[in-house]
């Protein structure tokens, strides 16, 4: 079925690299996903009312609260899809995540709802009725959100969404809560032991732990996360066809929500090759606009080839850390020209228990250098930990050094 919508829904499937087809893909999972999930909840809650199960009804409410999600999904990707203006110039892609948040809060909100209830049911048990209707509702119900976390998965891999990766995992843990209800509904028949409550109990848990997971995930986007490798390996992909280009440092990947993105770095070079290098800028931000469609921000640093003064300052800068224990160590260190201005710029790698110290580290070494010439200026990059993103030197043949 869901190949078949896809066919009739989406004109250039293929393409999932695209913002459009993302959205495609992501508002038609979306509208699927509330319509099982509304006629679940209706069959559950009707069912839970007839023979009195609180785990049934619970697991309903469950069902409600993810055709919510859907819901709130659906209207972030429909105002995502407006394009950028005067007052959002990047768009509208994060309203996505904004309405992640809100429909979270929600489920975490009916979640503890649902676990005072349980916690009533167990207090003051009242014997589910059962009935051949209510195992084939409960069995139909794991059937469905299995089908549904086949094709959310297949969408997530397909537009590499982590939205929809959410949406898969969570069918998952709701096909796993169903699947309880029945059980305690099948062994509460059997063995006349009143287990209702709790089983209720456990699934409000389920929906607690989904709404908190939910909300996690979406603030993580919204504070920012790690560049996505296959975007940074064809961004240093293009850059490494253009030898006059010595290295790249601070490739960012700006992400406003649903494919739109803004890419900033800066290159290194030498200024006896200033022209190649202002082409190579032009022609790697156009390539970058017509594979992702992306804004690019390129800046030039001309690099100061002074070995000699190059070992010096580090040497000084070195000097420096020495009453650190060796617990503070620098990477990348290279001069830049500046004007009338020498600026050393370089990676400061440094661990948790001096963080508190980062700031203090650095004044010191601007200072350092500001006593030996007034003309040295620093950049310096402070890193947490010694794995390094968004920074990237490609080694340089003997004869190209030479040259330099």
């Not at 800066?266 to 469609?293: P, T, W």
């Not at 990348?332 to 580290?361: M, N, W």
Request: charged content about 20%; some cysteine; overall charge neutral.
């Amino acid at each position: 079925m869901m190949a078949q919508l896809i066919k009739l829904y989406l004109r250039d499937k293929e393409n999932t690299s695209g913002a459009a087809v993302k959205r495609a893909y992501a508002s038609l999972s979306s509208i699927a996903d509330i319509i099982l999930n509304l006629l679940l909840c209706a069959a559950k809650i009707v069912t839970g009312l007839f023979s009195h199960s609180v785990a049934i009804s619970a697991d309903g409410f469950n069902n409600l609260s993810d055709a919510g999600i859907s819901l709130m999904t659906l209207l972030g990707f429909q105002i995502a899809r407006y394009g950028r203006g005067n007052t959002h110039p990047f768009g509208h892609g994060r309203f996505e995540w904004i309405m992640g948040i809100f429909a979270s809060l929600a489920v975490v909100l009916m979640g503890e709802k649902l676990i005072h209830t349980s916690f009533q049911s167990i207090v003051s048990p009242q014997k589910p009725l059962f009935s051949v209707a209510t195992v084939i509702v409960l069995a139909l119900s794991i059937l469905v959100k299995g089908y549904m976390y086949f094709y959310n998965r297949q969408f997530a891999k397909a537009t590499n969404s982590e939205t929809l990766k959410a949406t898969a995992a969570d069918c998952i843990s709701d096909a796993a809560a169903t699947g309880a209800v029945l059980l305690s509904t099948v062994i509460g028949h059997v063995t006349g032991w009143q287990i209702d409550g709790y089983c209720g109990a456990v699934v409000s848990g389920f929906i607690v732990i989904a709404g908190v997971k939910s909300l996690w995930e979406v603030l993580g986007r919204v504070m920012g996360q790690n560049t996505d490798q296959s975007i940074t390996d064809d961004v240093l992909r293009m850059i490494g066809a253009y030898p006059e280009i010595a290295a790249v440092q601070n490739l960012m990947v700006h992400d406003y929500g649903f494919g739109y993105f803004v890419i900033s770095l800066r290159i290194e070079g030498y200024r006896k090759d200033g022209e190649q290098l202002y082409n190579a800028i032009h022609e790697i931000s156009c390539a970058l606009y017509q594979q992702f469609h992306c804004d690019c921000f390129i800046q030039v640093d001309y690099l100061i080839g002074d070995d000699g003064l190059t070992a010096h300052l580090r040497g000084k800068v070195e000097s420096v850390l020495q009453r650190y224990s060796g617990k503070v160590n620098i990477d990348h260190f290279r001069l830049i020209e500046s004007g009338c201005y020498i600026t050393a710029a370089f990676d400061l790698l440094y661990p948790a228990e001096l963080q508190k110290s980062e700031e203090v580290i650095c004044q010191e070494i601007e200072k350092m250098l500001e006593s030996k010439n007034p003309q040295y200026r620093t950049i310096i990059k402070s890193i947490l930990r010694r794995e390094r993103y968004g920074s990237h030197r490609r080694n340089k043949s003997k004869n190209q050094e030479d040259n330099k």
